[in-house]
Antibody, heavy 119, light 111 residues
Framework: EVQLVESGGGLVEPGGSLRLSCAAS????????MNWVRQAPGKGLEWVGR??????????DYNAPVKGRFTISRDDSKDTLYLQMNSLKTEDTAVYYC??????????WGQGTLVTVSS | QSVLTQPPSASETPGQRVTISCSGT????????VYWYQQLSGTAPKLVIF???QRPSGVPDRFSGSKSGTSASLAISGLRSEDEADYYC????????????FGGGTKVTVL
């Protein structure tokens, strides 16, 4: 059974940093492209970025609102995806989900972790 | 403002059919597959349609998808109370170095 479990969310002040983790199981993580998607309170879904598998170059793509502030990485030895968030803004407040890109984009989702940016 | 355009709401009585539209452009829906997600209240999204019209295992055949040009639609027939949820369309967008884009979501209410 595929499982994705996010952690690391919490309350942080504007300008601060936070690192989210997504622990994966039930599939071959090292072969799978992974995405981060967020959802602000009461709002729709917004793609944050993705990381390809190492065999496909391990490159990353980001949405414009987070480019230069957020960094996606992965540790295939731990089957874990990360999202390092720096220079956080109040508009980054959201539930952050990790999702697989296979067998289809968004085929599997974690339960999400809430990040609140507030002073 | 979302890149893909969906109506904010749709409603129908049990047993009837409801259709949700999703409008995009040549750089997203016009040249890439469309995906649909169902989000029940307080839960993570769930994939219900992939590659325009394919259903993942376990999704009832009451759910169907279609695409034509730069628009797509999701239809739910034989509407049931458990179908009440927010539905989002998504597609890869080839502009701006590439990115996933979503519709703003449609709240389906079963009357």
């Amino acid at each position: 059974e595929v499982q994705l479990v996010e952690s690391g969310g919490g309350l942080v002040e504007p300008g601060g940093s936070l690192r989210l983790s997504c622990a994966a199981s039930g599939f071959t993580f090292s072969h799978t492209w992974m995405n981060w998607v967020r959802q602000a309170p009461g709002k729709g879904l917004e793609w944050v970025g993705r990381m390809k598998s190492r065999i496909n170059g391990g490159t990353t793509d980001y949405n414009a609102p987070v480019k230069g502030r957020f960094t996606i990485s992965r540790d295939d030895s731990k089957d874990t995806l990360y999202l390092q968030m720096n220079s956080l803004k109040t508009e980054d407040t959201a539930v952050y989900y990790c999702t697989t890109d296979a067998p289809s984009p968004g085929a599997y989702w974690g339960q999400g972790t809430l990040v609140t940016v507030s002073s | 403002q979302s890149v893909l355009t969906q109506p904010p709401s749709a409603s129908e009585t049990p047993g009837q059919r409801v259709t949700i539209s999703c409008s995009g452009t040549s750089s997203n829906i016009g040249s890439n597959h469309v995906y649909w997600y169902q989000q029940l209240s307080g839960t993570a999204p769930k994939l219900v349609i992939f590659k325009n019209n394919q259903r993942p295992s376990g999704v009832p055949d009451r759910f169907s998808g279609s695409k034509s040009g730069t628009s797509a639609s999701l239809a739910i027939s034989g509407l049931r109370s458990e179908d009440e949820a927010d539905y989002y369309c998504a597609a890869w967008d080839d502009s701006l170095s590439g990115r996933w884009v979503f519709g703003g979501g449609t709240k389906v209410t079963v009357l």
